[in-house]
């Protein structure tokens, strides 16, 4: 079943109600995934409500939410589930959002104590009508998180703070573990598929973290099947490694409804494994690349894979010559 949007009450996509329709594609076998449904997807959907927040899981369509959710993981989605953006690939609700709610850092750092969270993932809709782009609000979330559970390690997924000076410095400040921002496509790409972002500066964006802390690990992902070409997927590798961006993930794009941009192509599990093979060789720590890799799939597993990595490069560079 797809889901269309409905002009009889208002659409979850207000700007893309006049887009042509799309046929939805039949996914190839190597994208089947198995219907959520066991007890423990239940028990972490009902801490998920009990603590009234939201999940980029369930608002972008994750197909993943299944095996994730089985496993006590949820990435959490801040600052309500209205976006500010509205991105040709997203399903995410695009709208003029609500006042941020003070009690939210409260709420997630008890559902991430709840859930028994080794590490969390914590992400937001853009919010372009603050000051600072939600900033604080993200620093608040990962302090509450820490006051409450402090064993948990911390990765953002933040938007790109598109004219916000001074918002990603209290961000870093704050100090997640795992700083990820998402290129999500080429830039040739850019006017079609993100016409609110800007290539360059969410390079910039990334490559400025790590000027405010060496240390900390940065990471960024894209979806490809949006028709880009493969030296395109590779030059972006390189625009992230001159950024000193650590790891990398790469996914296929799935088209939520058929006002969403349409696919191009699936792209075959082997030309996914070419990708990790070619980014590995280009200096990252850890690239992801499959047809369901998403930003946050196995994020806990990922963050020991790259400590792990780190330790590994720098004990090398000292033993050699």
Not at 83 to 91: D, L
Request: glycine residues 6%.
């Amino acid at each position: 079943m797809v889901s269309v949007i409905d002009d009889k009450e208002r659409p979850r996509h207000p700007e893309k109600v006049a887009n042509v329709s799309s046929p939805i594609l039949r996914k190839p076998k190597w994208i089947r995934v198995k219907a959520p449904g066991s007890p423990v997807f239940a028990e972490t959907r009902k801490i998920v409500r009990d603590n009234n927040l939201t999940t980029v899981c369930e608002e972008a369509g994750c197909p993943n939410i299944g095996e994730c959710w089985s496993k006590r993981h949820a990435t959490m989605m801040i600052m309500g589930d209205t976006c500010t953006r509205a991105c040709a690939f997203c399903n995410v609700i695009t709208g003029k959002p609500a006042a941020l709610h003070g009690g939210e850092p409260s709420r997630v750092a008890e559902a991430v104590s709840k859930l028994g969270l080794k590490h969390v993932v914590i992400t937001s809709v853009d919010r372009d009508d603050l000051e600072d782009g939600g900033a604080a609000h993200f620093a608040s979330v990962i302090s509450a998180i820490r006051a409450q559970s402090p064993e948990t390690t911390i990765e953002v997924l933040t938007p790109d703070f598109l004219r916000k000076p001074g918002a990603l410095e209290v961000v870093v400040a704050a100090k997640p573990d795992v700083f990820n921002h998402n290129l999500e496509t080429v830039p040739g790409n850019y006017l079609k598929i993100r016409p609110g972002a800007r290539y360059y500066h969410s390079i910039r964006l990334l490559d400025r973290v790590k000027e405010l802390d060496p240390t900390m690990f940065t990471k960024s992902g894209i979806m490809v099947g949006l028709g880009e070409a493969r030296n395109e997927v590779v030059q972006l590798m390189d625009d992230l490694r001159s950024a000193d961006v650590d790891f990398m993930t790469i996914g296929q794009y799935l088209q939520p409804t058929r006002k969403h941009v349409a696919i191009d192509r699936f792209v075959t599990p082997e030309e996914f494994e070419n990708f990790t093979t070619i980014g590995m060789s280009k200096g990252f720590l850890l690239v992801q690349s499959s047809p369901l890799t998403r930003s946050s799939h196995h994020a806990g597993e990922d963050f020991a894979k790259l400590q792990a990595a780190r330790k590994y490069r720098h004990e090398a560079q000292k033993s050699a010559p």
